[in-house]
């Protein structure tokens, strides 16, 4: 792409604010994109996001298999919902979510906080959800640059050309 | 297909300025790519753009992470060698492709 560059993006600042595989995945792939081109990117997450910066829940991440009418059966047929219910499916829908995205060269979560950390990237954790859960710096990855309000995010969103982005 | 003048020699570009004949390629006019990206490039540098060539010539896709653990360099040196955008601006120094995934 050869876009118009009058006005690069400088920073953004992304929130994950959900637990499960596809939506950390989002976060942190548009995360270290950011920083692959140069972008400052700083990364918040809160509520259920916590669990990806955990470390005793971080690589057990799932995907839901239930409510979610994009679900599929590998080759296409529907997944009906009451399947998703049965024990074990979520566990093996996961674990064959993250070979697929191991195959495709998409690093574990760590290994994603290294790279975007490496380039600059910084990682937030969301001081009141954290207090909710009851979690200290101690459990958190060593990534985790530190635990923020939603004041001092915003703090760090300021300048021009920033944009949020809530996965 | 534009033609630019590096270190005395014309180089067939594309429109973002990468290589269009990697073969074309030599460390006079990486070192002259260099400059005008603001770098000045160093042994370090150069171990660097061997082994994206020696990568790229073998058909493989080129990822930050596939650099950073190449030995060749970790992903935080490959930051500071090439600040901003290394993967982009390492393979245009490098007469290479630009690298088109997402990760």
Redesign the interface.
């Given at each position: 792409m050869s876009a118009e560059k009058e006005t690069p993006l400088k920073k953004v600042c992304i929130i994950c604010a959900k637990g499960t595989i596809e939506d950390v995945y989002a976060a942190l792939i548009m995360a270290n994109g950011a920083v692959m081109e140069g972008i400052e990117a700083k990364l918040f997450f809160t509520f259920f996001g916590l669990d990806a910066i955990t470390k005793k829940q971080m690589h057990k991440l799932h995907t839901g298999t239930v409510g979610n009418p994009a679900m599929r059966m590998p080759g296409g047929l529907p997944f009906p919902t009451i399947l998703g219910m049965l024990p074990g499916v979520e566990a093996g829908v996961s674990a064959m979510m993250k070979s697929q995205m191991a195959a495709l060269d998409i690093p574990p979560v760590d290994e994603f906080f290294e790279l975007i950390t490496a380039g600059g990237g910084e990682i937030y954790a969301c001081k009141l959800a954290a207090e909710m859960f009851k979690l200290k710096k101690e459990d958190l990855s060593e990534h985790v640059k530190d635990i923020i309000t939603v004041g001092q995010f915003y703090e760090l969103a300021a300048g021009d050309h920033t944009q949020i982005i809530f996965t | 297909m534009a033609q630019k003048e590096f270190a005395g020699q014309m180089i067939e570009v594309n429109?973002?300025g990468y290589f269009t004949k990697p073969e074309q390629w030599n460390q006079e006019v990486a070192g002259a790519v260099a400059r005008e990206e603001g770098l000045e490039l160093t042994e370090k540098h150069f171990a660097v753009l061997d082994y994206l060539r020696k990568r790229h010539f073998a058909g493989e896709a080129l990822?930050?992470?596939?650099v950073?653990k190449s030995g060749v360099v970790?992903?935080?040196d490959?930051?500071a060698l090439f600040?901003?955008?290394?993967?982009?601006k390492a393979t245009k120094i490098a007469g290479i492709p630009k690298p088109t995934g997402?990760?």
């Open positions: - | 429109e973002e990822t930050i992470r596939s950073g970790d992903v935080k490959f930051y600040p901003g955008a290394p993967l982009k997402c990760i």
